[in-house]
């Protein structure tokens, strides 16, 4: 914060001025300017086409008259199973994800691992991470096929690159002294970690499992939308079929079921804690 | 000299103890969780719909993809850099919309400052319904609306990420200190300058912090936008996929890949000037 | 048999931390460590149990050089040296009995240890250390919620469960109160003299190091600038060893005499 911008003048009043947020001047401006014209490409590129946007209005229109009121029963079974099957993709999919994060996240904390295993741990979580579970999803589906196969395995590496990370920092936060203190008694590098490491992640490595449950089924809720199993693939069909009525029964039972899902997460996370 | 040999541990006695690691209720716990999880998971894989066969297969077969994967067609780098331009675009524009929409959101819909019962019920009912509806069901349902292209993605990127900020930012509005406010009143301003020189001040670090954070999320997030016609990369990426372009397919992700890097470093270098 | 010969040790690219140290023991009583902080006593300690790896020299226990071992062999050679921290190092989210037990962890295969299942020997051991530093009604206790004092009493107990051949101690008493600094000496010396085991104990209070050490050594800079009996230790050696050191005036005079 700049001082400088307070003086007292020659007849001893003070000149107050707010401090800049940015005190270098060429920066503040500099930033100012390139912000501006970044947003005016930004937008210009957004092909904004009013006329576009007017008739949209009418189709809008006819969208919502159609979902209201919901429609619960017509395909209430195809519902049903939809949502089945997304828990099922859900609760597989987080098992088998977090027993998988263990060993990646341990490969990938630095404190723990030599440099090459490190690299080769930073790099499989950084892929897992940055593919959105959209795009696994549709590279699953071509290669093993439409359904909830490929929806576990999507989400089994949705939850290696979130949950590896997260125990990677968890390993990496570590006091290192008991793990001194266990090698000093002449154990061994596994035992060393069931002793000294695992009992200080413990209690976050159950919160992060909590957590993925309730991530991997708001995720499962999309990835049927390629193709990849559960009621995104009842919705999906439904948007196809004009059938906007089922559509906005999923949706409403999609927010119920998230919302019950967040709190039960929440309260088995303090339990566990 | 003697060695250093000590003799075994003596004088401490002759008496045997019979431990275990956990008490009988803390065993019962741990047995009827472990119950409890191994029903689940029986039922999960004796009913879920999967193919057995194709499971047996999948190893040989992502191989496969992955073989005809490689390498990565540089020639596709120059259709990919526009629309890879756009993605960031389209979520900087639609994080941008949502902060502006979501601050009055976040004031309306926090326990302690919202004006009266219904204005705290309709934020949080906007706030709900944003943050339970993936971005991607947003894009179908705006690609419906305003047809084909980014503005579709734009939209939708702000509606899924208002009731995200709208939330966290509504929370910090709710556990600020009271204090300031209390001191403001006392001096006689108005609502007007209690929100800006009391509550602003409290919630900015966290309003600076969501808001970067939306926005690195919304990169990830925009990336599969095109997929149902709502602009960016993932356009590309489909139609790549359909034409069996692997080697086209493999450069979207590493571009993909390299541009949510991008955002990470982008969104660190940030956080660490403001906080 | 303890032998350490030329012992140097820097860390990255800075100045030794330990420059050429001379040192050995065969008795089994007690030896106090002395010296300001960054003097080098705890990289000496840890030096001999291969924490911390030295750049070159020898250091000899039993004639085998500690520098030259590798995997099982190491773990062979540390569970014969026994190890007390300043922290106490407790895995807090276990209980005190898996603590205590953990000492053993050198012994028992890898599946064993992992799930718990010691040999009842050990078990009964460890009860009985527990009982000798008066901790029994802890036992399944986690060891977080123990105080400060109690968690060294384990740490003790811990170290001892090795049946080392040795006892290191890193400033064992400095983060206790002076009471309870007292109870833990008193502990560990007269446990280490039932039981004819010799201790490297470094300790940043002469006092203390007066009163229960045999023999006393002084580190200064990564050298070592004085080794004797306590009462042969002098104003002008404890200069030498603190001279232009913070600590010098409260070793001088200790117990609030250099109040002003």
């Keep these: 914060m700049s001082i400088a911008a307070n003086t007292v003048n020659s007849d001893g009043s003070f000149l107050w001025k707010r401090p800049h947020f940015i005190s270098n001047p060429l920066l503040r401006y500099g930033l100012l300017v390139f912000s501006v014209v970044y947003l005016m490409y930004a937008f210009g590129t957004l092909e904004i086409n009013f006329s576009r946007v007017m008739r949209g209005i009418p189709r809008a229109m006819q969208i919502f008259s159609g979902a209201i009121p919901p429609d619960f029963t017509s395909r209430g079974s195809l519902i049903v199973t939809g949502f089945i099957e997304s828990i099922q993709i859900t609760i597989l999919s987080t098992t088998v994800g977090v027993l998988l994060s263990i060993p990646f996240g341990f490969m990938a904390a630095r404190n723990i691992t030599i440099l090459p295993v490190y690299w080769v741990g930073r790099a499989i979580i950084i892929v897992a991470r940055s593919l959105h579970p959209v795009v696994l999803g549709v590279l699953f589906v071509k290669a093993v096929g439409f359904g909830a196969f490929a929806g576990i395995l999507t989400l089994i590496i949705y939850t290696l690159g979130f949950v590896g990370k997260l125990i990677a920092e968890a390993v990496e936060e570590i006091k290192y002294g008991q793990i001194e203190a266990i090698r000093a008694t002449g154990a061994g590098y596994f035992t060393i970690l069931i002793y000294a490491v695992f009992p200080q992640i413990m209690p976050r490595l159950i919160g992060l499992s909590m957590y993925q449950l309730d991530i991997n089924l708001r995720a499962s809720t999309v990835i049927g939308l390629v193709g990849a199993g559960g009621i995104g693939n009842t919705l999906n069909s439904a948007f196809g079929r004009y059938d906007y009525g089922t559509a906005s029964a999923i949706l409403l039972i999609m927010i119920g079921i998230i919302l019950i899902a967040e709190t039960v997460s929440g309260k088995l996370r303090r339990f566990t804690r | ?275 | 048999m303890l032998e350490i010969k030329d012992l140097v040790k820097s860390y990255g690219d800075g100045q030794p931390v330990l420059k050429g140290l001379n040192f050995s023991t065969g008795d089994k009583k007690l030896t106090a460590v002395i010296g300001s902080s960054g003097a080098g006593k705890s990289t000496m300690l840890r030096c001999i149990n291969r924490l911390v790896t030295a750049d070159s020299g020898e250091i000899l226990l039993d004639g085998v050089d500690m520098l030259k071992l590798r995997g099982k062999e190491l773990q062979y050679a540390r569970r014969k040296i026994g190890m007390i921290f300043q922290a106490y190092n407790l895995v807090d989210r276990l209980t005190v009995m898996e603590n205590v037990l953990s000492g053993r962890l050198g012994y028992v295969p890898f599946l064993k240890g992992a799930l718990r299942k010691f040999p009842q020997e050990d078990i009964d051991r460890a009860y009985q250390l527990l009982k000798r530093v008066g901790l029994s009604q802890y036992v399944n206790k986690r060891s977080d919620e123990l105080s400060g004092g109690e968690r060294q009493r384990v740490g003790v107990a811990r170290a001892l469960m090795q049946n080392p051949q040795i006892l290191l101690a890193d400033e064992p008493t400095a983060s206790l109160d002076p009471k309870t600094s007292e109870r833990i000496m008193e502990l560990i010396a007269r446990l280490t003299d039932e039981l004819h085991l010799p201790v490297l104990i470094n300790l940043h209070n002469v006092a203390q190091a007066k009163h229960y050490a045999a023999r006393i050594v002084g580190l200064r800079d990564g050298v070592m600038v004085f080794d004797g009996k306590p009462d042969e230790l002098t104003d002008e050696h404890l200069e030498l060893i603190y001279t232009g050191k913070d600590e010098l005036n409260e070793q001088l005079h200790p117990e609030g005499e250099s109040e002003e």
């Design chain 2, 1 to 275: 000299m003697s060695s250093l040999t000590s003799g075994p541990l003596k004088d401490l006695g002759k008496e045997t103890y019979h431990w275990q690691r956990y008490t009988f209720k803390q065993r019962m716990g741990r047995y009827s969780a472990f119950v409890v999880v191994a029903l689940l998971l029986y039922w999960t894989l004796s009913t879920v719909d999967v193919f057995w066969p194709w499971v047996w297969s999948a190893p040989e077969e992502i191989n496969d993809m992955l073989y005809r994967m490689m390498p990565p067609n540089p020639r596709a780098i120059p259709e990919i850099i526009p629309v890879l331009i756009e993605t960031i675009n389209i979520a900087t524009i639609g994080t941008l919309f949502a902060v502006i929409i979501s601050l009055p959101i976040a004031y309306f819909g926090a326990r302690n400052v919202s004006p009266n019962k219904i204005t705290l019920a309709i934020a949080r009912v906007i706030i709900v319904a944003s943050r339970s509806i993936n971005t991607l069901i947003w894009a179908l349902l705006f690609v419906a609306i305003l047809g084909p292209g980014p503005m579709a993605g734009v939209v939708a990127i702000a509606f899924r990420s208002i009731g995200f900020m709208g939330k966290l930012i509504g929370e910090s509005i709710e556990e600020m200190d009271w204090g300031p406010v209390e001191a403001l009143q006392a001096s006689g301003s108005g609502q007007g300058h209690i929100v800006t020189y009391a509550i602003t001040p409290q919630v900015m670090p966290t309003f600076w912090a969501v808001a970067i954070l939306r926005w690195d999320i919304n990169i990830r997030e925009s990336t599969v936008l095109g997929m149902v016609g709502a602009g960016g990369i993932g356009m590309l990426f489909q139609v790549a996929i359909d034409l069996f372009r692997w080697n086209t397919v493999s450069m979207v992700l590493v571009s993909i890949i390299l541009v949510v890097l991008f955002g990470e470093v982008v969104t660190g270098m940030v956080r660490r000037k403001l906080i």
